[in-house]
């Protein structure tokens, strides 16, 4: 990765796509930003429409559409691109309309002689995910979703809400596939350096603690469901999320995000690509940072990914 250009291919430039982009401008996170779409007008439109912004921005980004060429000598390609998900729709239900999208996208991004790290947004993202490992033959290590991410930061914001504290100093975690069989374990979960389930049992919450992180799994699972019916899409906070992925890689941060990545004996599992802790920094996943799981929560990640392998299964 070169020091003096921090290059980001962005695929699809719908709202997800966009509201990436935007994130990227507010926190300067690249110098060169480049936007394909398979409508080329959009991607132009969209690239004038940041431009304009440039002069009351602190960035000095060179923002413009492009094509898969311009692939060749990027940090990052990330993948935006597929079709929406309807309302009532679950994220494994857009998996055989997605598959096709990228085909069209991948092959030509590998053959541009691309060498960087892939990203990975559209839904359902793990098996989306392993769909770009596969077409592009990548080592694992640089092809990742953006995971559990935005689930892991909608839990420690409702925690924070409900222990009174800044969510920065809530460490917990949700992990499994992005979707209906993701969960929370908490016998990981600390506020500090003391853990949320022993606050529980002190009496923090008025007895009902328990019952109330109950309440804040199911919101953090429902959380998408939510917000589609509410506003048709969701795009701010995964737009955010993936900002904050791509700052650790460009950034070489070694930061410990839970995104999608491919388990090779983690966890006892292989060949699966799931939402984990994961150690990121400029040469994609650096390690998989395996957390002390109860023998209830294990059986819940091996559920999970037994979901996804079953799912992936006749894709390609």
């Known amino acids: ?33 480049v936007l394909i779409d398979v409508n080329k007008q959009r991607a132009e439109g969209e690239a004038m ?32 691109a597929g079709v929406a998900q309807k309302p009532g ?23 541009s002689g691309f060498n960087g790290i892939f990203l990975v947004a559209t839904n ?25 991410a935005l689930d892991t930061a909608r839990l420690r914001y409702l925690l924070g809400e409900y222990l009174e504290v800044d969510p920065r100093n809530v460490h917990a975690y949700v992990i499994g596939e992005h979707g209906d069989s993701e969960f ?21 919450g008025t ?16 959380a998408a469901y ?15 999320a993936m900002t904050r992925i791509t700052k650790a890689i460009l950034g ?20 699966v690509f799931i939402g984990v802790p994961c150690i990121i920094n400029q040469n994609g996943i650096q390690k998989v940072l395996t957390l002390s799981l109860t023998d209830e929560e294990k059986e819940k990640l091996n559920q999970s990914c037994d979901t996804l392998r079953e799912s992936f299964e006749g894709v390609l």
């Open 1 to 33: 990765m070169r020091a003096d250009k921090r290059k980001v291919v962005l695929v699809g430039t719908g709202m997800v796509g966009m509201s990436y982009a935007y994130s990227l401008l507010n926190q300067n996170a690249c110098d060169e930003l």
């Open 49 to 80: 429409d940041l431009n304009h912004g440039l002069a009351f921005s602190s960035s000095n980004m060179k923002i413009y559409a492009g094509e898969y060429r311009d692939c060749k000598d990027a940090d990052i390609v990330v993948i935006c």
């Open 89 to 111: 729709e679950t994220r494994l239900d857009l998996l055989k309309r997605n598959a096709q999208v990228f085909q069209s996208i991948v092959e030509p991004v590998a053959e």
């Open 124 to 148: 359902p993202v793990d098996i989306m995910t392993r769909i770009t490992c596969e077409l592009s033959g990548f080592n694992p290590r640089r092809v990742l979703g953006s995971g559990t």
């Open 184 to 204: 929370v374990p908490w016998s990981q979960a600390m506020l500090a350096t003391r853990p949320i389930l022993e606050l529980c049992e002190s009496g923090l």
């Open 207 to 222: 007895g009902v603690c328990h019952d109330e992180l109950d309440k804040i799994e199911k919101e953090v699972r429902e």
């Open 226 to 240: 939510r917000i589609i019916e509410a506003k048709k899409a969701t795009y701010y906070g995964i737009g955010m």
């Open 252 to 271: 070489d941060e070694h930061s410990v995000l839970t995104v999608s990545a491919m388990l090779r004996g983690e966890y006892g599992q292989r060949d």
